[in-house]
């Protein structure tokens, strides 16, 4: 074990005690040993449930209280500045971090400096009977060139943000506090983002890191490409205009600024239109375009252009979530199915069903999606029966 003074792990939450007590009592039963720090923007009956669940854990816990209408990362970048370790890791209320894998991200962060960051591979799941695991949803690459021009270009060719990895806390702070001057949620993940990436390396370790909840989450506006399009096109525009400059300045203070000011802001403006291009597909736009014209309200809108808020890999996966017909008919007969159990039966890797007993002794069913299973087999170590294994010996102690 890393000792404790080396790490310090933030959960945000607000308004949500019982998922914040799930997690609380997941990582006592795991008995981790690093300072957790809440960062509660609760109203006041919850924030008081808060305060009365952490006392009944063994935890090393402190609170940082926020005003409820504080934005997420203005509260992360005023969490990172509380926090005395080297290195820190974010949490939501609502996921999950395997313990186990703390340890070795940290470690390589102390043993290679040219890295400010390192994660491992997420997965969604959906807590209830069954326990719900799938699929990978981001295990790209190392962000490792070494140039600050190339390692925003590569964040941002494969977009999958870095705002849960472990972090070092100097490296951390600085990029939120650089995205602050910005307005809307997806504009300041992507600049913190695109700032750590900018500063330093960031390792992707080729093991299961990090839960990612598929239970219906809070209602934010101006978070993703797709519906900042749909509510406010020039918005956007007028946000990228501010963080073009952000990181322009970012590049230039790291030494990469071969080219001209105004070559290089083209140039951050070429790549920012390459992640763009993952979402705004000719399809998604002529859905957007579509529902604008008919004079549809803009949350039906989105609603329909929901299945174009995933990039296309590509995959059968993305093939029947964007097929029109295929949405019709799921609408009208299976709105509740998840398109993971028709691409699970197309495909040659089953769903798989393990039956295990909770830590305190409740029986639960798990459902492994079949897409999950092939996908660790592809890049997860050890092998992977290990480390599903591993996966499900951490669950059970999640309730």
Known sequence: MIGAADFTLLIPTYDRTAELGRLLRYLARHSIAYPILVLDSSHAAPRAANRALIEGLDLDVRTLDFDSRVSPFEKFWRGSEQVATAFCALCADDDIVLVDALDELI??????????????????????????????????????????????????????????????????????????????????????????????????????????????????????????????????????????????DAVQKAGDSPRGPGELLKLIDLISLRYLAAYASPEALDCILEGFLEGRDPREVLARASPFLTPDRGSLADFLRRHTLVRQVRARLAPNARLRHLTGLLGRHRDRVARRTTTTGRPRRYLLYGDFLRECAAVARPRLDRSVDALLDALDGYE
């Open 107 to 248: 470690a390589f962060l102390q043993s290679h400096p040219d890295f400010h960051a390192a994660h491992g591979l997420y997965f969604n799941f959906v807590p209830g009977d069954p326990f719900r695991i799938g699929p990978l949803v981001y295990a790209g690459p190392s962000i490792a060139a070494n140039t600050p021009v190339l390692r925003l270009r590569e964040l941002l060719q494969q977009y999958e943000p870095v705002t849960y990895a472990v972090c070092g806390t100097e490296a951390l702070r600085r990029a939120l506090g650089g995205a602050q001057v910005l307005d809307s949620l997806m504009a300041r993940e992507l600049t913190s983002g695109a700032l750590m990436a900018i500063g330093a390396k960031i390792m992707r370790c080729p093991r299961l890191y990090y839960g990612r909840s598929e239970e219906s989450s809070l209602a934010y506006e101006r978070w993703h490409p797709i519906e900042y399009l749909v509510r406010s096109p020039e918005d956007m525009v007028e946000e990228h205009a501010r963080s073009r400059h952000v990181l322009a």
